[in-house]
């Protein structure tokens, strides 16, 4: 059974930091292109960062550039989100998923279409 456990969601001021954590199990994050996607009340789902399965390509939308970092550990099989410089706008429940296509061994992209595997999401608050 494929199931993903995100952890690290909270509350933050504005300006702080905070890590998720996404445990995967069932499948091999490194088999797939795996994303961080994020959705506000009354919004789109929104892709906030992808890595392809081979690890060398990496994707941010452009509202988290310079603040977000995605990385991935194969050894425990979890994929992060480390979150610096957090802006109230970044309030949102954030998910991890997975995905295979053509080209997810050297490119991932921010279309949630495109990922089939998704986590039970992490409430993330950026509040003062």
């Known amino acids: 059974q494929v199931q993903f456990v995100e952890s690290g969601g909270g509350l933050v001021q504005p300006g702080g930091s905070l890590r998720l954590s996404c445990a995967a199990h069932?499948?091999?994050?490194?088999?797939?292109?795996i994303g961080w996607f994020r959705q506000a009340p009354g919004k789109e789902r929104e892709g906030a960062s992808c890595?392809?399965?081979?690890?060398?390509?990496?994707n941010y939308v452009d509202s988290v550039k310079g603040r977000f970092t995605i990385s991935r550990d194969v050894a425990t099989n979890t994929l992060y989100l480390q979150m610096n410089s957090l802006r109230p706008e970044d309030t949102a429940v954030y998910y991890c998923?997975?995905?295979?296509?053509?080209?997810?061994?050297?490119?991932?992209?921010?279309?949630?279409?495109?990922?089939?595997?998704w986590g039970q999401g992490t409430q993330v608050t950026v509040s003062s």
């Open positions: 890595i392809s399965s081979s690890g060398n390509s990496i």
């Open positions: 069932g499948l091999l994050l490194d088999r797939y292109a």
């Open positions: 998923a997975a995905g295979i296509t053509a080209y997810s061994d050297y490119e991932c992209r921010l279309g949630a279409s495109e990922y089939d595997t």
